[in-house]
């Protein structure tokens, strides 16, 4: 009774960071077109810091502790905040180029992403079949990226999978932690360390505008309350519940991003995305039967 429950929470907390995520990416297009990617993924980091601290307080855990408290495997966490830095880069780039689902569909390869990744740090055994899975996914973003119609596709279209490529270390690397390592504070030194490299990057490609509103200041607050809020609730929920289960819930991002980009941006990319999506989708339900038949045979 208890697994269970624990799995319907992982789940709530699981859609909600990504709903988090996609309401990001909404305020991301909108003021993406007057202030560079790099400099909105800096200040993601920057103000996404503040959701992490509020968690940190919040935690009866950490009540008493520092927030420079020492943890196993620093260098990973700072590791993870390179690769963050690489995926919101890649990710905030492709918001300014393509449709709204369209680059939020792209990234639904991260799963594969994982399974690659978890073969040489994880020393997970991939079979058959996820091979397979893994074929098919990218041969359904190649779809996407490229369709016979050759509407869609252009260097921005990669950028999306650029991303996944980001977000996927970043999962891979949560794993590699003991349970014992709260989640808030892995995610407090990996965003500390992605201030840093944007920060560096800024500074190096001079690019930087200054805000002109307070009404652009508070959109760009928000970049980062949702994309932290976002990340942290999904890390949380892998650590609740093995994250085989979670693998058919990530797909609620096409539902997401269909509607947000229909309400925003009176976007209905259908002919872009048909069949390349359906290929995703079939890959990762092929993934999860995998996955969940390992599980029960272990049992």
């Given at each position: ?45 920057l ?41 919101q ?14 680059a ?13 990744f978890?073969?040489?740090?994880l ?41 996944s ?33 944007t ?5 190096l ?85 995998r ?9």
């Amino acid at each position: 009774m208890q697994s269970q429950k624990n799995f319907i929470y992982a789940v709530l907390i699981f859609l909600l960071g990504i709903f988090f995520l996609q309401l990001m990416g909404v305020v991301v297009k909108f003021v993406g077109t007057s202030y560079p990617a790099l400099q909105l993924t800096f200040f993601r980091n920057l103000f996404g810091i503040f959701p992490v601290i509020i968690f940190i307080y919040i935690s009866r855990n950490l009540k008493n502790k520092s927030l420079l408290v020492k943890i196993p495997m620093l260098w990973v966490a700072v590791l993870r905040g390179f690769f963050m830095t690489f995926a919101q880069f890649c990710f905030f780039t492709s918001l300014l180029y393509l449709q709204f689902a369209t680059a939020n569909s792209l990234t639904l390869v991260t799963p594969f992403m994982v399974a690659l990744f978890s073969i040489p740090i994880l020393k997970v055994y991939v079979g058959i079949w996820k091979w397979i899975a893994i074929i098919i996914g990218f041969t359904g973003a190649y779809m996407i990226i490229n369709p016979p119609s050759d509407e869609v596709f252009s260097i921005y279209s990669l950028l999306p999978l650029g991303a996944s490529f980001g977000y996927g270390m970043n999962l891979v690397l949560v794993r590699t932690f003991p349970q014992t390592v709260p989640t808030v504070i892995i995610q407090w030194y990996s965003q500390l360390s992605s201030i840093f490299f944007t920060l560096i990057l800024v500074i190096l490609t001079f690019q930087y505008i200054s805000i002109q509103s307070l009404s652009d200041l508070i959109m760009i607050f928000l970049i980062g309350f949702f994309g932290a809020a976002g990340v942290f609730l999904m890390m949380s929920s892998y650590r609740m519940t093995d994250h085989i289960n979670l693998g058919p819930f990530h797909y609620s991002a096409i539902i997401f991003s269909f509607f947000l980009g229909w309400v925003f941006f009176n976007e209905n990319p259908f002919d872009e995305l048909f069949p390349g999506i359906f290929f995703i989708v079939t890959a990762g339900i092929i993934i999860f039967w995998r996955e969940k038949l390992k599980s029960f045979n272990n049992e």
